[in-house]
């Protein structure tokens, strides 16, 4: 164990027995809190399975046989559909499904709601001729769902089972169950209001009521009313003759809050799916870890080397944290005496490409401990099987406006403290298969502070590219039925943005420019932006940087420690402009040089530029897809304007025209739309250079508030452009 003390001692861990550090490696029992059993209750009186005992008992039954000696080493998948919970319920959940136009399905996470109910309603004949819509708040969810279910059905994706998220679709004309992003749903209604297409549509991870959701929720109520011919509430006054195509609508939820959905869907039937949850033992830290990343670090390597074998699922806010905790945790795997087993460490957060998803359902390699490292994504959409311990750092990303009185007028991802909810829901991912163990980062007195739910998004989100979907249907978010109604502040601004974009005009009417803008899979700003690049004849251009700046991962991989590295790396690419033109510049350079290198020669030409490869590819397809979204509009993207600047930096500036700022004299920047100040974020090119008017992608919000992806642009176009933005909305 001798390497093991030198880790002990080393700064990374370290003792700091003054405090009583519940992560000392000395202390061979941490001093965790023990506090109590997993809490999550089961409702016993309303059992999915009411109507079958035997069910319930045979439930039990698996449950007693389910320590993992006695269960087959490699059950085929089609033992393992039928081990899942829901399997025992399943006759019943078709008939109540049969029965009623709504259905509300509550259950545990990996109970199998997910991958099982729309095989069930297929395999029973509900969808008729139609197709099963399951909506997922995230892309990776989407995706790996469609291939876990295309391979229980023992098809390829894209056929019978496929998929279709942003930028992104594996469908055919054989396609029956298709997993979608809410978002593409919400696309889908531009071109088929009545989602005719599908005769059954599941909304899943209801609980998690994004913007989304909520705006789904709200027009299938309208939708069902008139494909199934009905006025009133529930089924009273529904005449079955008018029925030509009618729609079946199954929420589906992992919390218990289910009565919210049943009545906004006129006392719709809730139907529970009993879980087999086994106990977890949860502890608290004793005092509060501001470090979280490193404090997780110290006990991911105090359960790998002083308990029993079983996996261990980390909890993180997202993508960057994730990213450097898998760095640190393989360095000292590497350092681990050899008698102690191996770590195989796997990250899964939303930008995860695709290829990467399906190894975190395998087994580890033999010896080794899988150790996965995921962002909320793992709470209740991803089941990932073998996990005993879980590590809560008890933090989340989430999307928040910043008002335009406090700041931006825009939504930012903001690292916050997450919520009781999904605390006990990620204390649930250790006792799946077995007794677990819950390590929460922050002391019981933060539990107790906890928030019970967060607050939908529809009441803390910039409501502005929603609000033009609706306008293309003809809708009005003031009007429409909602579970809960945006407060008015936020519709008004929604609606000033779409109006300085010139996407509706003073009459609150959609434009033209408003049509094909929400015709673009784009945010509004970005697409304001492109339709600006058409006119200002730098198509080609302007599509290379959005394509960039709409990639789930950033293109730049600097931090603090390696910046100047960086910078000096990317001397060559840098445009005097700004950040812009220097992401133009190196998508160019990334083409140039694929052609003339293997798949080998570009990794290492991005990592000797310190550049993300994964998205610059990431950006590559998605500007096929916006090249063939623009064709479908009669635009031709061919349109270049070669070296010229001007026009480019024009045609971003329309879109962010909301996202400028003026040079102070104390060299800061002043929103031209915001009180706030803004600092050039380290990182950008412009970062040491005082220009009199900026542009930005986004704005950080750390000891400062730093505006990041800038460019520097004439302040006479700003005036103009506003001017302009209005005009054309005429
Ligand atoms: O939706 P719910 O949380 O109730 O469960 P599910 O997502 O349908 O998961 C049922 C089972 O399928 C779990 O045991 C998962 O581990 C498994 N699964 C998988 O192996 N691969 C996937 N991509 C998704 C689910
Ligand atoms: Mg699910």
């Not at 027995?17 to 061979?28: E, V």
């Not at 000797?608 to 897809?625: D, G, M, S, T, V």
Request: proline share 5%.
């Amino acid at each position: 164990m001798a390497k093991i003390s030198a880790l002990k001692n080393s700064t990374r861990f370290p003792s700091n027995q003054k405090h009583g550090s519940p992560h000392s490696f000395k202390k061979r029992r941490p001093s965790w809190v023990d506090v109590d059993e997993h809490p999550h209750k089961r409702k016993e009186n309303t059992p999915l399975c009411s109507s079958s005992h035997q069910g319930k008992k045979k439930a039990r039954r698996t449950e007693a046989a389910g320590s993992p000696s006695k269960i087959p080493k490699s059950p085929t998948i089609q033992e393992q559909r039928d081990q899942l919970p829901i399997a025992q319920g399943k006759d019943a959940l078709v008939r109540e499904i049969q029965e009623n136009d709504v259905t509300v399905l509550v259950g545990e996470t990996g109970s199998g709601k997910t991958t099982q109910v729309p095989q069930y309603l297929l395999e029973a004949g509900i969808a008729g001729k139609g197709m099963i819509a399951v909506t997922q708040p995230r892309k990776v969810a989407a995706t790996s769902l469609a291939s876990r279910v295309a391979q229980e059905q023992n098809v390829s994706v894209g056929g019978l089972v496929g998929y279709s998220v942003r930028f992104d679709e594996a469908s055919s004309s054989s396609t029956r169950i298709k997993y979608v992003t809410d978002g593409m749903l919400i696309r889908e209604l531009l071109s088929d209001p009545l989602l005719s297409r599908y005769s059954v549509v599941v909304i899943d991870e209801a609980h998690e009521r994004t913007l989304r959701t909520d705006l789904l929720l709200a027009n299938l109520k309208t939708i069902q009313k008139t494909r199934n011919g009905y006025t009133t509430r529930g089924k009273k006054g529904k005449e079955p003759a008018s029925k030509q195509n009618p729609l079946k609508i199954v929420i589906m939820s992992a919390t218990l809050d289910a009565e919210k959905f049943s009545k906004f869907y006129g006392n719709a039937k809730i139907l529970y799916v009993q879980g087999r949850q086994h106990p977890v033992t949860i502890y608290h830290t004793a005092a509060s870890q501001p470090d979280y990343v490193d404090s997780a670090l110290r006990t991911f390597f105090q359960i790998h080397t002083d308990r029993p074998p079983g996996d261990v699922l980390i909890f993180l806010p997202g993508q960057e944290d994730i990213e450097n905790l898998e760095k640190s945790i393989k360095l000292y795997a590497d350092r681990l005496p050899k008698e102690t087993a191996g770590v195989a460490v796997y990250p899964m957060y939303a930008a995860l490409p695709a290829h990467q998803q399906q190894a975190i359902f395998s087994p580890p390699p033999q010896g080794m401990r899988k150790c996965i490292l995921a962002t909320n994504i793992a709470e209740t959409s991803i089941t990932i099987p073998g996990i005993k311990y879980v590590v809560d750092t008890g933090k989340c990303k989430e999307k928040r406006y910043i008002s335009r009185d406090t700041g931006s007028g825009f939504d930012t991802l903001l690292t916050r403290d997450i919520t009781k909810s999904s605390a006990l829901q990620r204390a649930g991912r250790a006792g799946r298969e077995g007794p677990g163990f819950c390590f929460r980062l922050y002391t019981e007195d933060a539990f107790q502070a906890m928030p019970l739910s967060a607050e939908p998004e529809i009441l803390r989100c910039t409501l502005t590219s929603s609000i033009l979907q609706l306008k293309c249907l003809g809708q009005d978010l003031e009007t429409l039925d909602f579970m809960d109604k945006p407060d008015a502040e936020s519709i008004a601004s929604a609606l000033a943005t779409l109006y300085l974009l010139g996407a509706i005009d003073d009459s609150k009417t959609l434009t033209k420019l408003g049509r094909n803008m929400a015709f673009l899979p784009l945010e509004s700003p970005l697409a304001r932006s492109l339709m600006a690049s058409v006119e200002l004849a730098c198509t080609l251009e302007v599509l290379d940087i959005i394509s960039v700046l709409s990639a789930s991962s950033k293109l730049f991989v600097d931090n603090t420690d390696n910046r100047e590295m960086a910078v000096e790396a990317r001397r060559k690419f840098r445009h005097p402009s700004g950040d812009h033109l220097t992401v133009l510049n190196i998508v160019k350079s990334y083409e140039e040089m694929s052609e003339s290198q293997g798949k080998s020669g570009r990794r290492e030409w991005c990592r000797k530029q310190l550049l993300n490869e994964r998205c610059l590819i990431e950006a590559l397809e998605i500007r096929a897809q916006l090249r063939g979204s623009c064709e479908r509009l009669g635009i031709d993207w061919h349109v270049s304007c070669g070296e010229a600047e001007q026009p480019v930096l024009r045609s971003l500036l329309r879109g962010l025209v909301h996202q400028a700022a003026f040079l102070q004299p104390d060299g800061s920047y002043k929103q031209i739309m915001g009180p706030s100040t803004v600092k050039i974020h380290p990182g950008s090119s412009l970062c040491d250079k005082k220009v009199p008017a900026i542009i930005y992608d986004e704005l950080i919000y750390t000891t400062n508030i730093y505006a990041r992806g800038v460019s520097s642009v004439p302040r006479s176009f700003i005036a103009e452009v506003s001017v302009l933005n209005r005009r054309r909305s005429g």
